[in-house]
């Protein structure tokens, strides 16, 4: 039977009077890789960081496993893995030592941390520092620590901006081998990520989502069995993530992760 991990039902947020998100609803099965794909401002973040419990919504309810996230919240957190949008590993401990770290919390054993710099390819550079690392080797070291203690549910807030291509397509092969064995949501305004990671795309435009399922059933909506994810996303929002990706704060986030990272 198909393992629901992820239920989110008719959640809204409001910020200071507000309306950042206007009541979504999806759900993430086992084995699946969720896209939540939108234009800068859509509410994608603001999505991810109630599920993860960071941030409380104004009304709505999500459920992980079943259990909704206000029940037993110590044990929700030990079932999620959470890649913030910004840098969450510790620039001057190695690589070795920021897994060590997280695998302390949360009482994990020293197997498991070479276990995961095997699965993201960085055993030999266990001992170097993280600053010296490339933005691909840090992202795929935030997400092998988010998956250090098994997590059923991963949360990446977009898993792959700044990247060059190569490192993008090592993530994302990355993420495929892992996918049975959890449910992964992200966030993205890359088409390209969207329509080559995932199995299901939910369109959100203006803190709802406008359309949601997998390529096919998008392309169904639109009446249009050759239409590529940007065709659609044009059609459906009337919006074009080029044109957006020029606006102030997409060139200040690219700029501070290129900063951060360099
Ligand atoms: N703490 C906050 N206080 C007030 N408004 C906020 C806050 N956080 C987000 N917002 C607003 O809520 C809306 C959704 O923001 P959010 O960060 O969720 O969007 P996003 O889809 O992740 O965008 P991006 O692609 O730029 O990361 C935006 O209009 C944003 O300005
Ligand atoms: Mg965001």
Known sequence: MEELLLEVKSLRKNYNG????????????????????????AGKTTTIKIIAGVIPPTSGEVRIAGEPITKNPIKIKSQIGYVPQDISVIP??????????????YGVSKDRIFHMLKAIDLVDRKDSLVQTFSGGMIRKLEI?????????LLLLDEPSVGLDPNAKLSIWNFLKSKKQEMAILITTHDMNEAERLCDKIAI????????????????????NKNAS??????????????????????????????????
Do not use: C, W
Not at 95 to 102: G, P, T
Not at 231 to 244: K, M, P, R
């Open 229 to 262: 994810l940007e065709e659609i996303f044009i059609q459906l929002t009337g919006e074009s993530l080029e044109d957006n990706s020029q606006d102030i704060k997409s060139i200040r986030k690219t700029r501070n992760i290129v900063k951060r990272l360099s």
């Open 92 to 105: 001057n401990l190695s690589a070795y030592e920021n897994l060590r770290l997280i695998g302390k919390l």
């Open 144 to 152: 092998a620590m988010a998956m250090m203690h098994e997590p059923k």
């Open 18 to 41: 507000f309306e950042a998100l206007k009541g979504i609803s999806f759900e993430v099965k086992k084995g699946e890789i969720f896209g939540l794909l939108g234009t800068n401002g």
């Open 204 to 223: 959100m435009k203006k803190g709802q989502i406008i359309a949601k399922g997998t390529l096919e059933e998008l392309r169904d909506m639109i009446g």
